[in-house]
């Protein structure tokens, strides 16, 4: 079965993810709080949790969605709507949330085990991931042909566009053992939040 991603879809896709994956937050905070305590390995470590609960989300919204699209046939374009409406909510409420300041409580014992299970709890614990995946998907997906050749290729954008901004993050704790200031989150958020905005218009336009 051939694939269903175009090349301009795929580089659309791993640019989106990559700008949300920056975004800073708890994730962040951990892997930047593994590395600066403990060094760069734990907080490599943290981010392949991260990208793995992140693959766990995406196999179940791309199946979930492509059983859907079968079942429902048109009236699929009502789950359309609803995830670009969704998706719209959400980036506002980046565009106004205020930057994240502080670390990780609570911090599991120095083992690289725990700091790969933190960073695959964090993700899981997230509820709302899998809502963001469930209305972002059909803008880059024809879910009505869906492959696992589409999901492999979609799981390789994501580990490097997920796991690229996590490391960015674990370099900059590792040498500095800082993070980035409040201002320069805020400004994160916006452009998170306007991508996020723009993929919702996107994905309602398509519908």
Not at 2 to 14: A, G, H, N
């Amino acid at each position: 079965m051939q694939s269903t991603m175009t090349i301009s879809s795929s580089v659309t896709l791993f640019g989106v993810m990559a700008v949300l994956a920056f975004i800073p937050g708890v994730s962040v905070l951990a892997v930047s709080a593994r590395s600066a305590a403990y060094g760069s390995v734990h907080g490599v470590f943290t981010a392949l949790g991260i990208v793995v609960g992140d693959i766990i989300f995406i196999l179940l919204a791309i199946f979930g969605l492509s059983m859907l699209a079968q079942a429902m046939g048109s009236l699929f374009v009502l789950i359309k709507y609803l995830g670009g409406v969704y998706l719209i909510w959400l980036g506002i409420a980046l565009w106004r949330s205020k930057s994240e300041s502080g670390t990780v409580a609570g911090q599991m014992e120095s083992s690289l085990l725990s700091s790969f299970l933190t960073g695959l709890f964090i993700t899981l614990g997230d509820q709302k991931a899998i809502l963001f995946y469930l209305g972002f998907f059909p803008a880059f997906l024809d879910l009505s042909e869906v492959s696992f050749i589409d999901a492999g290729i979609i799981i390789f954008i994501a580990a490097l566009a997920v796991g690229g901004a996590k490391l960015v993050y674990v370099f900059i704790a590792d040498r500095a053992g800082s993070f980035f200031s409040s201002t320069v989150n805020q400004i994160i958020n916006r452009v998170a939040g306007g991508v996020v905005i723009a993929v919702g218009v996107f994905v309602i336009a398509k519908a």
